[in-house]
Nanobody, 119 residues
Framework: QVQLVESGGGLVQAGGSLRLSCAAS????????MGWYRQAPGKQRELVAL???????NYADSVKGRFTISGDNAKNTVYLQMNSLKPEDTTVYYC?????????????WGQGTLVTVSS
């Protein structure tokens, strides 16, 4: 019913920048929140950044001051601008959306996009 399409991952040198995008499509009344999580091999998935419908945001401590999340409500799209990337940022990043349906909400995940930061 709801799909997330991610783009923007890739290979970058330490200190460089990347911009991730995620667009939501399908049948929903609204989006309550969208964001990005990441998961390294053998570790739990962790929040990177989240933006809510009222534009409040949350960031992991490890990315504060380096990453910026923003949204385009008209396009149901969320962006993650990643600056000053470090090798430890290397992992798969997953888009997340909490979508409001008629009588309930639905949490949806993207397939993931790989970010590789070389030292």
């Amino acid at each position: 019913q709801v799909q997330l399409v991610e783009s923007g991952g890739g290979l970058v040198q330490a200190g460089g920048s990347l911009r991730l995008s995620c667009a939501a499509s399908g049948s929903f009344r609204s989006i309550n929140a969208m964001g990005w999580y990441r998961q390294a091999p053998g570790k739990q998935r962790e929040l990177v950044a989240l933006i809510r419908s009222g534009n409040s945001t949350n960031y992991a401590d490890s990315v504060k001051g380096r990453f910026t999340i923003s949204g385009d409500n008209a396009k149901n799209t969320v962006y993650l601008q990643m600056n000053s990337l470090k090798p430890e940022d290397t992992t798969v990043y997953y888009c997340y959306a909490r979508c409001q349906l008629v009588l309930r909400y639905l949490e949806v995940w993207g397939q993931g996009t790989l970010v590789t930061v070389s030292s």
